[in-house]
C-alpha cells in the first residue's frame, strides 16, 4: 500500500485561503488522482480531479475558486482553495489509484 499523507487543514474564516499537500513516496501518475471532500453528514464527493497528462476537472461548486496541481518532483499534490465558504467544511482526502490518505480536517467559519 501506498502511505499518502494530507496536510495543511485548519480552521478559517469565510473568504480566507488554504493551501493542502499531500505527499507520496511514488509519484502522483496514476489513472485516477485528486481531492476529494466528506462534509458532516454527507457522503464523500470528488472535488478535483488531475490526470497524468494535465487534464483537469472540478466540481461545480468549487469550479473557479480551487486549483489542483502537482510539485516539481510529482510526489506532492496539492489543492489551492481560495475564497472558502462555510460549505466547503469538510475532510478532505487525496487519491492515488486505489490509495488514499486519512485524510485532513477544513473548517470554515462563518
Known amino acids: 500500500q501506498v502511505q499518502l499523507v494530507e496536510s495543511g487543514g485548519g480552521l478559517v474564516q469565510t473568504g480566507g485561503s488554504l493551501r493542502l499537500s499531500c505527499t507520496s513516496p511514488?509519484?502522483?501518475?496514476?489513472?485516477?488522482m485528486g481531492w476529494y471532500r466528506q462534509a458532516p453528514g454527507k457522503e464523500r464527493e470528488s472535488v478535483a480531479l488531475?490526470?497524468?497528462?494535465?487534464?483537469?476537472r472540478y466540481a461545480d461548486s468549487v469550479k473557479g475558486r480551487f486549483t489542483i496541481s502537482r510539485g516539481a518532483a510529482r510526489k506532492t499534490l496539492y489543492l489551492q482553495m481560495n475564497s472558502l465558504k462555510p460549505e466547503d467544511t469538510a475532510v478532505y482526502y487525496c487519491?492515488?489509484?486505489?490509495?488514499w490518505g486519512r485524510g485532513t480536517q477544513v473548517s470554515v467559519s462563518s
Open positions: 511514488i509519484q502522483f501518475a496514476g489513472r485516477t
Open positions: 487519491r492515488l489509484d486505489n490509495c
Open positions: 488531475a490526470t497524468a497528462n494535465g487534464e483537469t
